[in-house]
């Protein structure tokens, strides 16, 4: 009577075990797995036949040396950036769990560009979408990034000194220029190497 009652516990605890373990494997088994997995600050939900995943982020940068340069010889000095904004980012993944799509929101609450040997500094605002779409779902070196807003450097007084404002796409993945239309000082700079672009912005920093 003694072995069967241990028999029997036995059985209860190999049963309790196999319950145990398909209510705790199951859903996570069951659960889509995303591609490429989308960093641990985004929250993500099931919306119609994918997933959508958010995260907002608070970011400060800078000051750093932003590739501009002015001046030449004993005068020359690089341009310094700093800026604080927010990040409202979301990606979009298919009934597959692949990744489609990227959309990016940032708004500055402040911005400036600078002359790290006077101190003299430009403030500027941006507001920029970024659009990231994957020809190939999942393969990030499939995305096209579209680009549309705008980044104004103005000083206290006058006109402003450096404008990007219009539409730009690029191949992310090589840094080719596509398409853009608007006025792009900064395309003109480091794509095209028009210093003259910068011309103003270094007077207003000199």
């Known amino acids: 009577m003694k072995l069967f009652r241990i028999t029997c516990a036995l059985v209860v605890l190999v049963l309790s075990l196999f319950a145990f373990s398909f209510v705790a494997v199951h859903p996570a088994a069951a659960q889509q797995v995303l591609n490429p997995p ?98 190939v779902p999942g393969d990030l070196s499939t995305v096209t990034e579209t680009t549309t807003g705008e980044v104004i450097v103005k000083p206290a007084q006058g006109a402003p000194v450096y404008v990007d404002v219009g539409r730009t796409v690029f191949d992310f993945f090589d840094g080719t220029l596509e398409f853009e239309a608007g006025h792009n000082d900064s395309n003109a700079y480091y794509y095209f190497g028009d210093t003259s672009v910068v011309q103003k912005l270094c007077a207003a920093l000199a």
């Open 38 to 135: 989308p960093p641990s600050d985004y929250t993500c939900k099931t919306v119609g036949n994918g997933t959508i995943c958010r995260a907002d982020r608070p970011i400060t940068f800078g000051p750093t040396d932003n590739g501009i340069v002015c001046g030449r010889g004993s005068s020359a000095f690089d341009v310094y950036d700093s800026e604080v904004y927010d990040l409202n980012l979301t990606r979009t993944y298919d009934q597959n769990g692949n990744l489609i799509r990227r959309d990016i929101h940032q708004n500055n609450s402040f911005g400036q560009f600078s002359n790290p040997l006077t101190g003299t500094a430009v403030p500027y605002t941006e507001h920029n979408i970024y659009t990231d779409i994957l020809a």
